[in-house]
């Protein structure tokens, strides 16, 4: 089956700096990579996703990239702000149905 | 569209009671899944299904746990005599027909407490 890893598991950064989240995957199939942010408490909410034709994707200070070859896909995140501190979680959909397979997590701490 | 709703929102069962986690889906969805999220821990698969037909159960635990979506209502995740293992959030998502790059929308969760 499909194994997605995950990193940092936890990372804090000061109020307008940037925040990468790393994620690697096993399955050459896989074809939908959505990235998904939830709060505390509450249901995860898909943010921004990237299909595997497309290598990189922009959604104002959000941004997700995508290296087919190594496997690898990154969340980026600019000019951060306390309102982004959550929990991030990357996915992948190996293209079956949608079986999709969710990294650790990372919980992002913007400090103001 | 009222979206996925998930009731209960919050659930406390003693050791050895039954629960009964209800999922309806979107509008236009016809496939379910469910995932379960142990404290401070990612969402693990559970199981798909469309009506009536469970397509994929591979991240059931093998024993006290079933899972169903009639034909009419909600689909029903059902956990027999809990342990306080069981304890976690457990959401459903839906999504419509298969397209294969489609996003999965999540209800509110179910917070089961076994106690």
């Known amino acids: 089956g499909e194994n997605v890893e995950q990193h940092p598991s936890t990372l804090s950064v000061q109020e307008g700096d940037s925040a990468v989240i790393k994620c690697t995957y096993s399955d050459s199939a896989s074809n939908y990579f959505p990235w998904y942010k939830q709060e505390l408490g509450k249901r995860p909410q898909l943010i921004i996703d990237i299909r595997s034709n497309v290598g990189e994707k922009k959604d104002q200070r959000i941004a997700v990239t995508l290296n087919k070859t190594a496997k690898h896909f990154s969340l980026h995140i600019t000019e951060t702000q306390p309102e982004d501190s959550a929990v991030y979680f990357c996915a992948v959909n190996s293209g079956g149905y949608q079986k999709v397979t969710f990294g650790i997590g990372t919980k992002l701490q913007v400090i103001p | 569209n009222a979206g996925v709703m998930q009731n209960p929102r919050h659930l406390v069962r003693r050791r050895g009671q039954e629960a009964r986690l209800r999922c309806s889906p979107m509008?236009?969805?016809?496939?379910v899944y469910w995932y379960r999220q142990l404290p401070e821990e990612g969402l693990k698969f559970m199981v798909y299904?469309?009506?009536?037909?469970?397509?994929?159960e591979s991240g059931m635990p093998k024993e006290r746990f079933s899972a169903e979506f009639p034909k009419e209502g909600p689909s029903i995740l059902r956990i027999q005599q809990v342990v306080r293992g069981d304890s976690a959030a457990y959401f459903c998502?839906?999504?419509?027909?298969?397209?294969?790059?489609?996003?999965?929308?999540f209800g509110q969760g179910t917070r089961l407490t076994v106690v």
């Open positions: 299904l469309q009506k009536e037909n469970i397509i994929d």
């Open positions: 998502a839906s999504s419509p027909p298969y397209k294969g790059d489609t996003e999965a929308f």
């Open positions: 509008k236009g969805h016809s496939h």
